[in-house]
């Protein structure tokens, strides 16, 4: 409930008769109250507007707060509005700036909230009070009107019984007197809070727009010059998709190629100490099907069709025989020249994908395996009206028979084909997707209905410890790894802190300037641009110049994650927090040898 205080005219006008019947220690002190008042509301407060962002607000009187809302605020907003937008290294700062006021106000509104509460409930007590006022301005009135000084003599036993008489009843008035007087003042003071609440709160609505506009602007600003200044050029990707394909990393489970380098237990050594290691989880790409998720889940005593439903959407399965697959030796669909033609059955018994040996639970794993390759490359194929390649950019193919458990699972989910809406789905898979599947459209892929994102796990994933405990493919040789290498450090991938820090100080650099990327290659390779490629001296003194903190050695790295997606989302580099895909980007052009991180989730190691 809410109340309107005004004092009535009326009420003024009787306390004016008897007003000039009140002590005059009464007036002064009245007189001194609104002063009071008049001087707090027109005070000019020893508050600036730095003191509005950098003092606590508990600590500020109420008048300070109402001045850092109605004015300090818009002095540290102004600036703002003449920015130069296209300074990077402004508009970062101008964002923080803007988080900074942004949380004071939501201070302030707390503030606010508390100072209305407070009135609400004091206009509650000044409802119950105004009874009690407007009786005791009728009793003092009366008093004042029908008093007679000479009654307590009359009807007095003695002298002194009428001198106490007397005193009790001007105790009473002077009572009386005091309680209107302190409902004067305090029904002004209220009066003048509310306004100042009023003021106070549309100033504040007034600021949280204007913050809020500004702090969207920017935001929009600053993710402009981010997409540029921080994505790779297309030489820089071909420079590193040259760089990944020297690790030799097979996607498939059959006859895993490349590895870990820098084993961690036992502690394989570089020959130098503390050493830095980054690992990924899994290796690319991560859609559809993990063949040591399937394996690992047939271990759990699931069966091929649980299998295939966790890693794909599909409406049901059908009988595909009798249609011709043609195989080619180039590198894709229709590449090369054809070599080997026969029946679909007869191809995928020719299919070197997973281990035979993966026969838990009735050969549930090979059984997935088989009728995702016949899936595959009827999808792939146009149901054979297009050659497909023999080789991991399609699926392994020999023209061996592979025989075996493979052939028992193949014969056993003949002409079995996954479909949706009547045609076979693409069902891609590969070895190791690290505890994680991402949909098509997740890796830059175009989207597909019948990939999932999904947890590939027995329990649930809230740390990396869980991950390795329950992920369905944690038995893959690498499913935990760093890649590449250096022979003059035993082969491992294992780094330095300053060259760590070197990393660090080039993705900071790329953030801040996009015109430096040409020169942020590694400096043991020739520079692909025909330039320059700056040593970590030179990056150093060039992030310096921008404002930036150059990193002079690594003493402190960890790694923020989001393990409901399976996504490294941050690196912490002696208390400077770098964005995950920019670092692994810059890490892979920078990193010496053929150093990679492979994929979106990786943790970093200390030795």
């Known amino acids: 409930m809410s109340f309107n205080f005004k004092i009535p005219i009326s009420k003024i006008k009787d306390f004016l008769r008897f007003s000039n019947k009140i002590e005059k220690s009464l007036i002064i002190a009245t007189f001194f109250s609104f002063l009071i008042l008049f001087l707090r509301s027109t005070s000019v407060f020893a508050v600036t507007a730095a003191d509005c962002l950098n003092k606590d607000v508990n600590n500020l009187s109420q008048g300070d707060q109402d001045w850092c809302l109605q004015v300090g605020f818009s002095q540290l907003i102004a600036p703002i509005q003449s920015a130069n937008e296209k300074n990077k290294q402004n508009l970062y700062a101008l964002q923080n700036q803007l988080n900074s006021i942004s949380q004071k106000i939501s201070l302030y509104a707390t503030q606010l909230k508390k100072t209305q509460s407070d009135i609400n409930q004091r206009e509650e007590d000044m409802a119950y009070t105004r009874e009690i006022f407007d009786q005791k301005v009728r009793d003092q009135y009366t008093f004042l009107r029908l008093y007679d000084p000479i009654a307590p003599f009359l009807f007095a036993d003695s002298a002194s019984q ?57 935001a929009g600003e600053i993710a402009k010059a981010d997409a540029y200044l921080a994505t790779l050029s297309s030489k820089q990707q071909s420079f590193i998709a040259a760089k990944l394909a020297s690790l030799g990393l097979s996607r498939s489970a059959y006859n895993l190629a490349g590895g870990c380098s820098s084993d961690i237990n036992p502690f394989k050594s570089p020959g130098f100490s503390p050493a830095i290691g980054f690992f990924t989880f899994g290796v690319p790409n991560r859609v559809g099907m993990d063949q040591y998720g399937a394996w690992g889940r047939a271990k759990a005593g699931q069966s091929y069709d649980q299998i295939l439903r966790a890693y794909y959407n599909f409406d049901s399965y059908q009988d595909y025989s009798g249609i011709t697959i043609r195989v080619n030796d180039g590198n894709g669909i229709n590449a090369g020249s054809v070599f080997w033609t026969g029946s679909l059955e007869d191809y995928v018994k020719r299919i070197y994908e997973v281990p035979d040996s993966w026969t838990d639970n009735d050969l549930a794993a090979l059984k997935a395996q088989a009728i995702a390759a016949r899936s595959y490359v009827l999808a792939a194929t146009n149901n054979g009206a297009n050659s497909v390649c023999a080789n991991q950019y399609c699926q392994v193919f020999k023209t061996s028979p592979k025989g075996g458990n493979w052939e028992s699972a193949v014969n056993a989910t003949s002409g079995k084909v996954m479909v949706q809406g009547g045609s076979p789905i693409k069902a891609w898979f590969s070895a190791t997707h690290g505890g994680y599947e991402y949909t098509s459209s997740d890796i830059g892929w175009s989207a597909t209905s019948w990939t999932k994102r999904l947890v590939d796990a027995s329990g649930s994933v809230n ?99 989001d393990f409901s997606t399976g996504r490294t989302t941050s690196v912490v580099i002696n208390g400077q927090t770098i964005n995950a895909n920019d670092f692994k980007d810059y890490f892979n052009l920078r990193a010496p040898g053929n150093i990679q991180i492979v994929g979106p989730l990786f943790n970093v190691e200390q030795r």
């Open 162 to 218: 009428a001198f106490q008489e007397i005193s009790l009843r001007q105790r009473a008035a002077d009572a009386d007197r005091a309680s209107i007087g302190q409902y004067v003042q305090d029904l002004a003071k209220l009066n003048s809070d509310q306004d100042s609440l009023q003021k106070s709160e549309n100033s504040l609505s007034a600021i949280q727009k204007t913050v809020s506009e500004k702090a969207t602007f920017l």
């Open 463 to 561: 740390s990396f410890s869980d991950l390795m405990n329950n992920a369905y493919d944690k038995s893959s040789p690498v499913f935990y790894c760093d890649w590449g290498g250096r022979a003059s450090y035993n082969g491992t991938a294992w780094l330095k802190p300053d060259e760590v820090a070197d990393i660090a100080n080039v993705t900071l650099l790329a953030e801040r300037d996009g015109s430096t990327k040409p020169h942020l290659y590694q400096v043991d390779q020739t520079n692909p641009e025909g330039t320059d490629t700056w040593d970590a001296s030179t990056v150093k003194s060039k992030l310096a110049a921008l404002g930036g903190t150059p990193i002079d050695s690594a003493t402190s790295v960890s790694v923020n994650v």
